[in-house]
């Protein structure tokens, strides 16, 4: 069965409009690349692929877990998680214009 998601990710990204219009890659380009990588289990390729994968992975569960539980450790991660997803987000996309 997870070869199957694996497979039909595979089958049916999603291309990326603002690289086909402008040439230029989007500070979301390679996500799907670097998360199916991650669910073939080529965690270093996935990072290179796409760094701020997992902390936006980590930021959904610690948002999840927010919402069921509201505690102040929470906000915390969440904020901490916020800034580092959007730090590595514009570091990609910074690198990958150079």
Not at 48 to 68: C, E, F, N, R, W
Not at 78 to 95: D, E, G, P
Request: proline share 4%; charged share 10%; net charge positive.
């Amino acid at each position: 069965m997870w070869q199957k998601l694996i497979h039909w990710l595979e089958t049916n990204s999603l291309p990326c409009h603002f690289y086909q219009n402008y040439q230029i890659e989007c500070p979301g380009c390679g996500l799907q690349s670097a998360l199916i990588l991650l669910l073939k289990g080529n965690f270093i390729d996935s990072i290179q692929t796409y760094p701020a994968l997992l902390p936006i992975i980590l930021l959904g569960i610690s948002l999840v877990i927010h919402i069921k539980f509201r505690s102040k450790w929470t906000i915390k991660s969440n904020r901490i998680l916020s800034s580092l997803t959007l730090i590595l987000i514009l570091y990609n996309f910074i690198i990958k214009q150079l």
